[in-house]
């Protein structure tokens, strides 16, 4: 019988096929009474020693699939099996309570999930996924049973209550269709995942798991927002319809790979990528793109415990240079504050975080963190065609400060002797008091890139995390436009480029109008280049 139930896409895209239902083992741990303690302890130092060796094994697999900054989770979960605390509170059950092994680590996985669980911070909160997460693999390591080999399973559509990192990371990935969860955000593991790998996802679908069946027919819409379970022969028709029509404008688009970006009347667009690691580059070469116009660098800090140090980040863009063999690749430096909070910050509380201590000012503030960043990419920059821009700026001082770093960087590495090449420098801009002094912006930099999502939040003044100002949050309006073309038009009367990195350069009703401004660069999602390329290509001012 046809179900249809609703959920918030991460995704437009759109499929058919079997579902695979993934429910948690919620198996019931036993408490038992032992005699050895210490055999009891030995036993779960091995579990740890075997849990440590399957997560090296998932964080190598992932760094190859999706990059470092996604793998970094398989790191946390390495440290958190190494915690003292943890492991302290596991021995001391067993030698006080005299109780098993999988029942001392299942009460004190469930503990300290509970003291995550309750606490203010976002960012902790998270971490008692994790810790459940770790405590039901040391518990099935202990059991001795063996995993579920989701990289053995037919291609289908993977239905869940949601989805962990070590769950997803094992999938083949030629076999997933598209992704539906219970919960979920639009920022967990696996609508990044989903967005990387161009296929239909949704999440928050109130879907009873328990009703359904693995091997049961669904439609993932993820245009609509719809899940389909058992579709009658209609929607199964519209579907494999709008499949083929989607498909076919693909086929077209394919042919655009390896042609110019330049309008009908003669205008050359540099077309680039935004990701959020190296392991996006695959779907940059994939789709075609001129370069990278958006190195959200940012993700080499999340979901980590710590600082990432100057080697982690130098490899990183070392890497992403040498991938890209001589295509540009603009590195945004640090972008941390607002919507993106990293505990190890210690940022504190802010009432409107979106006007707080974020971005470039965390950098001025801290110069030490902004050092260790913009050592790595003056070493990176010897290996390709490198530009760094700067987020938040709001005044030609802050400009002034960071040149001032970056002679000071310069210095260092001269003293040492290591090698480096000062990048290409730019600013974003994103703020009115940017817009309104990009005439004198555009005198001491090389380039502009607009983020448009700020500018429209702080022009509008409306928060656009906040649901409720939806219908006031206007991307279109005059006024963002008129924005636009005084920055486009004052970055050329001093010979400088200027582009857009922000969702409105992947809007196709604007395209035209940015053609007609004379925006130089647009910087959008990998599966937004063709389609983008396209409309470029068949603009004419004329």
Avoid at 134 to 159: A, C, T
Avoid at 199 to 225: C, H, K, N, Q, Y
Avoid at 495 to 505: D, F, N, P, S, T
Wanted: hydrophobic letters at 40%; glycine letters at 6%.
């Amino acid at each position: 019988m046809e179900r249809e139930y609703r959920g918030k896409s991460v995704y437009r895209g759109l499929t058919i096929g079997p579902i695979a239902v993934l429910k948690k083992n919620d198996v019931q741990v036993k408490r038992e009474k032992i005699e050895d303690a210490k055999q009891e302890i030995e036993r779960v130092k091995q579990a740890v020693a075997d849990s440590q060796a399957q997560l090296q094994h998932l964080y190598d697999k992932a760094v190859k699939e999706v990059g470092e900054a996604s793998a970094a989770i398989f790191e946390v979960h390495q440290m958190m099996l190494e915690d003292e605390d943890y492991q302290d509170a596991i021995q001391n059950m067993i030698q006080t309570e005299l109780v098993n092994a999988e029942y001392a680590v299942a009460v004190t996985g469930d503990n300290f999930a509970e003291i995550f669980a309750s606490m203010d911070d976002e960012y902790m909160q998270a971490r008692s996924a994790d810790v459940k997460d770790i405590s039901n693999r040391l518990v099935q390591n202990l059991r001795g049973d063996v995993s579920v080999d989701l990289s053995e399973m037919e291609p289908s559509i993977i239905v869940a209550d949601d989805l962990s990192p070590s769950e997803t990371v094992q999938m083949d990935k030629e076999k997933i269709l598209g992704f539906v969860t219970v919960h979920g955000s639009t920022n967990s593991h696996t609508a990044i995942l989903a967005r990387m790998m161009n296929i239909p996802a949704l999440i928050g679908v109130s879907v009873d798991l328990e009703e359904l069946r693995t091997g049961m027919e669904a439609v993932v819409d993820g245009f609509e927002g719809k899940f389909v379970v058992e579709p009658g022969g209609e929607v199964k028709q519209q579907t494999e319809a709008k499949m083929c029509e989607e498909a076919e404008k693909l086929k077209l688009l394919q042919e655009l790979k390896g042609k110019e970006t330049v309008t009908a009347d003669g205008k050359k667009v540099h077309l680039y990528a935004n990701i959020g690691s190296v392991g996006d580059i695959t779907g940059v070469l994939e789709n075609d793109a001129e370069g990278i116009g958006l190195f959200r660098s940012e993700f080499l800090y999340l979901g980590k415990t710590d600082f990432p140090t100057e080697e982690e980040q130098f490899n990183a863009y070392k890497q992403a240079l040498q991938l890209m063999a001589g295509k540009k690749v603009i590195i945004r430096t640090l972008d941390i504050g607002a919507d993106k909070q990293v505990d190890y910050f210690n940022l504190g509380k802010e009432e409107n975080p979106a006007l707080g201590y974020r971005a470039i000012r965390i950098c001025l503030k801290q110069p030490e963190i902004f050092k260790t960043q913009l050592r790595a990419l003056l070493r990176a920059a010897v290996y390709g065609n490198l530009s760094v821009m700067y987020p938040m700026i709001t005044s030609t001082e802050e400009v002034e400060q960071i040149f001032a770093i970056v002679e000071e960087i310069k210095q260092e590495l001269d003293a040492a002797e290591i090698p480096y090449k000062v990048p290409e420098q730019g600013v974003m801009i994103e703020t009115p008091a940017a817009v309104m002094i990009s005439e004198d912006l555009a005198q001491m930099v090389d380039f502009f890139s607009i983020g448009t999502n700020d500018l429209t939040q702080y022009t509008l003044a409306i928060d656009r995390q906040n649901e409720k100002l939806d219908d006031f949050y206007n991307a279109h309006h005059k006024a963002i436009l008129m924005m636009i073309r005084m920055v486009v038009e004052n970055a050329h009367k001093y010979g400088k480029w200027a582009g857009i990195c922000g969702e409105l350069g992947a809007d196709l009703e604007l395209t035209d109008e940015f053609m007609k401004m004379g925006v130089d660069e647009l910087s959008v999602a990998p599966g937004m280049i063709l389609k983008l390329r396209k409309r470029i290509c068949e603009f004419s001012k004329n």
